[in-house]
């Protein structure tokens, strides 16, 4: 189930039962688009769906039972920058809207989820404490990785001890789920000079090792707090040395890069990587070089939610679709 | 709460990569200055300006920048640094004759440290690190 790190508790949900029932579905719900399931879709006699892996078509059986290692379809949830102690003028606790946010993950009903960093706001002990009390109310396994407010003074010690529990050294790990390999990256230790996340030698050569084996089909998701692909360096918002670890991902066939950080949703295709940050649950941030610098935007109370929210991902065959939704919603 | 079925249709495909992309929420628009925080909470006492001094030297840290970014003082000046930013920051030095570092400082929040031996000291916000300053202590 994993390499390190706590595997996610099987949990039952309808939803993922991708046998017979789901992939009729899959089929059944691509049609209503002619066209789109004739592009999409190679169909080698009935009862049989084409999917593919790596760029290589394989079939998936209508009927039988899913071959060992195979992707089934599955959902899990993205949580990001709870922010938890930050309060500021008129703007409602981080708490308050991290219950939100968690009530409507919850209302989802995924198979785990992911808290892509800055759980709390100051590294402090309490605020740990409360964000994992809170982020319960998903019902779920969360799977962590710390932002730079996690491990301010102490390198993340507090954070990793909460919410580090079997990760090795560095804290960053990686897990398998449904036949999709799971990576969480730690880049918020040793931030660079100018601002910019930083990986470093040891936590790369982990990861060759970590991908070393795996067939280039199996579908890689790659979550990290800062974004691992440059998007306004001026204020740090990138990671300094990532063009190593996209060179060790590049040859997958599929690989979803999940950030947080900047409190928006921006996102860019590469080949077969595409990479996506998130919203945050507590207060947004200007777009890239808008302003003086990163800090929260200031808007109107009645438009906060808007700007506010959460992420579903659904992982059917080997793509993953993704679809962001606002506290709003 | 409401994921309409057509944003969640199951996506096989290289082709429909694409598709998801364009589904998924665009940039978040970024026509709203960041405003500074007007009134800021009252502020903490000073967390290590525990040495007595009767000489102190004010930093102000505002749109992630230390105010004055160079700072010349004698020696036993103690230099008091006032967060007025939204945002969290930190001291944490680089360089010079002694360390200093300070806790997590949240707006309007205060640190102090009293230089006692001469030199240049270069300190950074750890959590911004592109934000520099430097005290020189004669």
């Known amino acids: ?329 | 709460m409401n994921f309409s079925s057509r944003g969640f249709r199951p996506i096989l495909t290289l082709a429909a990569m694409s598709i998801a992309v364009v589904c998924a929420t665009a940039l978040v628009p970024g026509s709203r200055a960041a405003v500074a925080e007007a009134a800021a909470p009252a502020p903490a006492p000073a967390a290590a300006a525990a040495a007595v001094s009767t000489m102190q030297s004010d930093i102000t840290i505002d749109s992630y920048m230390f105010r004055p970014a160079v700072v010349t003082i004698a020696k036993g000046t103690t230099v008091v640094w006032v967060n007025k930013d939204d945002d969290v920051h930190t001291i944490k030095s680089k360089a010079g004759p002694e360390a200093f570092s300070s806790p997590a400082l949240p707006t309007g929040s205060r640190y102090g440290f009293t230089f006692k031996r001469a030199g240049t000291y270069r300190y950074i916000c750890s959590v911004h690190p592109y934000m520099h300053g430097v005290i020189v202590v004669r």
């Not at chain 1, 009729?24 to 006699?45: D, F, H, I, Y």
């Not at chain 1, 928006?264 to 777009?287: C, D, L, M, R």
Request: aromatic fraction near 8%; charged fraction near 15%; proline fraction near 6%.
């Open chain 1, 1 to 329: 189930m994993h390499v390190s790190g706590t595997p996610p508790r099987p949990t039952p949900e309808p939803a993922a039962n991708a046998e017979v029932k789901d992939v009729s579905k899959v089929v059944e719900s691509n049609v209503t688009n002619r066209r789109q399931a004739m592009k999409c879709l190679l169909w080698g006699g009935a009862g049989v769906l084409w999917t593919f892996a790596g760029g290589v078509p394989r079939p998936l059986r209508l009927g039988g039972e899913a071959e060992a290692g195979e992707v089934r379809g599955f959902t899990f949830g993205q949580i990001s920058d709870s922010h938890i102690g930050f309060k500021a003028g008129a703007h409602p606790s981080a708490e308050d809207t991290l219950a939100d946010a968690v009530a409507q993950m919850a209302a989802m009903q995924p198979q785990f989820v992911i808290h892509s960093g800055d759980v709390s706001h100051l590294s402090a002990a309490e605020q740990f404490a409360v964000a994992g009390e809170i982020m319960q109310g998903v019902k779920r396994d969360v799977f962590y990785v710390p932002g730079e407010h996690d491990t301010i003074g102490d390198d993340g010690k507090l954070f990793f001890e909460r919410f580090g529990r079997g990760h090795g050294t560095g804290g960053w790990y990686s897990f398998d789920a449904h036949g999709v390999h799971f990576v969480g990256l730690v880049n918020v230790v040793n931030l660079t000079s100018t601002g910019l996340g930083s990986i470093g030698a040891a936590q790369i050569a982990w990861l060759k090792n970590d991908l070393k084996g795996r067939a280039s089909s199996t579908p890689i998701v790659v979550f990290a707090h800062m974004p691992l692909w440059s998007i306004y360096p001026q204020w740090g918002w990138g990671t300094a040395d990532a063009a190593p670890v996209l060179a060790t991902l590049r040859r997958f066939g599929s690989v979803t890069v999940l950030n947080g950080h900047i409190h928006q949703v921006i996102q860019k295709v590469e080949g077969n990587v595409t990479y996506h940050t998130a919203y945050s649950t507590a207060f947004p941030q200007p777009a890239p070089g808008v302003g003086p610098g990163p800090g929260p935007l200031k808007v109107p109370a009645d438009e906060l939610k808007a700007m506010l929210g959460i992420r579903r991902l659904e992982v059917v065959s080997d793509r993953v679709a993704l679809t962001d939704k606002t506290l709003a919603q």
